[in-house]
């Protein structure tokens, strides 16, 4: 069988055997779109009420725990007039761009590991024994060589971000089906193929889940190199805030984080949700 009529015969789903009764299989029903907005609302609700009560009858000190009032204030100086957008573009810059390249360092990492057991053998224990190292500590060096822009923000972001990418396309390139890998053999399938048509669509199904923990751990990482050295971003307007003895203001930014890192986590849901069932397995 030639290349060409492989291509042909897999794409149009007549080489790889699907498994029997997926389209017969009852779907089951998850919670209402509105349960999904509205329960975490009254979560963020009661909370809230409960913060202000805290705070009303003085069992923190304003110091540790301001009023969601004072909270609001900082927020919208920050915010509605616009005093943190530049700081918060910086940071996401930051954190997109190590995103970008833990990524693709993770999926070239991880096909390498999962088609040659003996570079898994040689480096894999040093790429843990390097992810074991607190980044925060490593942030002052990287700050020395690369200066105080962007540079050694992105460096952390992306060695963080590129670790759970990493694991997940090892355990997608290799965890394959057994029946469909022998099809792939029987019909003299070359490892161009199998790549093409069995692992990385594979891998695809495990990938997407670990790019929620890449994109926090990026934001995370580029959030502790700014608090080490940095002129600009939101990890620089905690030290600058921190400095001042301004509480709000510590929580507005706190708040803004939290934030980003929750409509981050939707966009890569939403685009698993979007794209078509042959590039992301449901």
């Not at 399938?189 to 594979?202: G, I, Q, T, V």
């Not at 940095?230 to 984080?257: M, N």
């Amino acid at each position: 069988m030639t290349a060409t009529m492989l291509d042909r015969d897999i794409s149009a789903g007549t080489a790889l055997p699907q498994p029997g009764g997926r389209a017969t299989r009852k779907q089951r029903k998850g919670p209402s779109l509105g349960l999904r907005i509205g329960l975490p609302l009254l979560v963020g609700v009661v909370l809230v009420g409960a913060w202000e009560l805290v705070t009303r009858r003085d069992m923190v000190s304003p110091l540790l725990l301001p009023a969601p009032a004072d909270v609001w204030s900082a927020l919208d100086a920050g915010i509605i007039q616009g005093l943190w957008w530049g700081d918060i573009r910086v940071t996401l810059t930051e954190m997109v761009i190590g995103f970008g390249i833990g990524v693709v360092a993770g999926l070239l990492l991880g096909a390498l590991f999962a088609y040659s057991a003996i570079s898994r053998i040689a480096f894999y224990p040093y790429i843990i024994a390097l992810q074991s190292f607190p980044k925060i500590a490593v942030a002052p060096l990287l700050v020395v060589a690369l200066g105080y822009g962007m540079s050694p923000k992105i460096a952390v972001a992306a060695s963080l971000a590129y670790f759970p990418v990493m694991t997940a396309a090892i355990a997608g390139f290799t965890e394959i089906d057994k029946d469909e890998h022998n099809f792939m053999r029987s019909i003299g399938a070359s490892r161009w193929h199998e790549m093409r048509y069995l692992r990385m669509p594979n891998a695809m199904s495990y990938l997407f889940p670990s790019l929620d923990v890449a994109l926090i751990v990026a934001l995370l990482g580029a959030v502790a190199a700014e608090l080490v050295g940095a002129r600009e971003g939101l990890g620089y307007v905690l030290v600058e805030r921190q400095a001042f003895g301004d509480t709000p203001a510590i929580f507005a930014a706190l708040v803004v984080l939290a934030a980003i890192g929750v409509v981050l986590q939707a966009l890569v849901v939403l685009l698993r949700r979007v794209l078509p069932r042959s590039v992301v397995p449901r």
